[in-house]
């Protein structure tokens, strides 16, 4: 029996960006995480670090980068700044191996730690081992998103998906007594 190495999260740097780079492209190549169809170079993924606000990290085993998360911006005004959006891939090698559960506890922490209140995204409905991930970390469905855009000619729809962070998990309720009684809504 050979034994696996430990999987590691950590926070990416801009020499990770080959192996960012190319387990995106094996994402694109599959057509089963988004509506991309360009492959992407190196010079496209090194100007995501260049906003420190929105984390990346890295999973790893040994040396080898084996997934990724990163969060981008979800609107332009002011209003959404506590919002991101988020991806998160693995390598084709590495599917079914845990590599999501590793990477998305440390993600949701480190978002909140940077002051974010809210994470989403839209996943492809068959994307079952994403919806999968994201029930277990507590993001509800919201709704979908018909005929979202097309992806080889074929209409997709998208399944959004949210998460609360922070402060943001907390709501106000009413008692029925006049009081105010703030109550959790999201437990990990």
Not at 17 to 37: L, S, V
Not at 82 to 100: D, F, N, P
Not at 140 to 166: F, K, S, T
């Amino acid at each position: 029996m050979t034994e696996t190495p430990a999987i590691r999260v950590r926070p990416a740097t801009r020499q990770d960006a080959d192996a960012i780079t190319r387990i995106y492209n094996e994402g694109i190549r599959g057509r089963g995480a988004t509506f991309e169809t360009r492959e992407r170079a190196v010079s496209d993924v090194l100007p995501w670090f260049d906003d420190a606000r929105f984390p990346i990290l890295v999973a790893t085993e040994g040396d080898a980068v084996v997934g990724w998360a990163a969060a981008s911006s979800y609107r332009g005004r002011a209003c959404y700044a506590g919002i991101a959006e988020y991806s998160i891939y693995v390598a084709t090698s590495h599917h079914g191996r845990g590599i999501g559960r590793a990477l998305m506890p440390v993600f949701l922490d480190t978002l909140a730690a940077a002051g974010f209140w809210k994470v989403l995204s839209r996943l492809f409905p068959e994307n079952t081992a994403s919806r999968a991930l994201c029930a277990r970390f507590g993001f509800r469905e919201v709704g979908v998103y018909e005929r979202h855009a097309q992806l080889d000619g074929r209409w997709r729809d998208v399944v959004i998906v949210e998460r609360l962070l922070g402060t943001a998990t907390q709501h106000v309720e009413a008692s029925g007594t006049g009081e105010i009684a703030a109550t959790s809504r999201l437990r990990r």
